[in-house]
């Protein structure tokens, strides 16, 4: 497989490059440095900002290329792009690519289907202070993930409280407040390691995929 990433040098761009060098089978370029057709078992990674999005969007629309994409911030026209692309190709869109944030909502789903209580809830995310967008990507995917359920589960509306520190990778913590008392859910990233790993992963089964626009838990779901 070849891996064209745009974001090359950016942090997880970097994550990316170290996560490939264990794997010889995966060949990865920089989108800066592509002059020539890129060729077949080729998918693009984009991890970058959402100023080149729509460039993006056109290459790999001429090219035919697969996308996996983990840009947040994107605007709602840039959504409607990627939707009205995916019906050529296959694109992947996910705020956050771990492993950890997917176990962590099936998690939440089963405790609140076996509940017979009706929950508050509130989302806490933190991280570095060099992150742009707030709330983060993984915060809306969540508050979206939770507005899912039914009043009779939780109730509307869902607050998102966003933090920036120092050099935190990424924490994510939910709060269901019932006749009980506070129940808590969290996820901690501890590098970006998890991030590139997922992300790649994500890659090589976008490869396979025909046309249509998927989510990280589209892929675990087929893959699990």
């Known amino acids: 497989m070849k891996i064209i990433l745009n974001g090359f040098n950016g942090s997880m761009g970097h994550a990316i490059q170290e996560s490939v060098k264990s794997?010889?089978?995966?060949?990865?370029?920089?989108?800066?440095?592509?002059?020539?057709?890129?060729?077949?078992?080729?998918?693009?990674?984009?991890?970058?900002?959402?100023?080149?999005?729509?460039?993006?969007?056109?290459?790999?629309?001429?090219?035919l290329l697969p996308l996996v994409i983990g840009t947040t911030g994107l605007s709602k026209g840039q959504q409607d792009m990627l939707l009205d692309l995916s019906k050529d190709i296959p694109i992947l869109m996910a705020s956050n690519m771990s492993m950890g944030i997917a176990k962590l909502k099936k998690s939440i789903s089963t405790f609140i289907q076996e509940s017979n209580d009706i929950f508050e809830c509130e989302i806490t995310e933190i991280h570095h202070t060099k992150k742009i967008d707030s709330p983060s990507g993984t915060a809306l995917e969540l508050c979206n993930y939770l507005e899912e359920f039914s009043e009779l589960k939780i109730k509307k509306p869902i607050a998102i409280r966003s933090f920036r520190f120092g050099s935190v990778f990424g924490i994510h913590r939910?709060?269901?407040?019932?006749?009980?008392?506070?129940?808590?859910?969290?996820?901690?990233?501890?590098?970006?390691?998890?991030?590139?790993?997922?992300?790649?992963?994500?890659?090589?089964?976008t490869l396979t995929q025909s046309e249509g626009l998927f989510s990280f838990d589209d892929f675990l779901n087929k893959r699990l």
């Open 23 to 63: 794997n010889p089978s995966i060949i990865l370029q920089n989108y800066k440095d592509i002059k020539d057709d890129p060729g077949d078992g080729v998918v693009f990674i984009d991890f970058s900002s959402p100023d080149v999005t729509e460039e993006i969007l056109d290459y790999c629309n001429e090219k």
């Open 174 to 205: 939910i709060k269901l407040t019932g006749r009980e008392g506070d129940v808590y859910f969290q996820h901690i990233a501890s590098s970006r390691e998890i991030f590139a790993s997922g992300a790649i992963l994500a890659a090589e089964w």
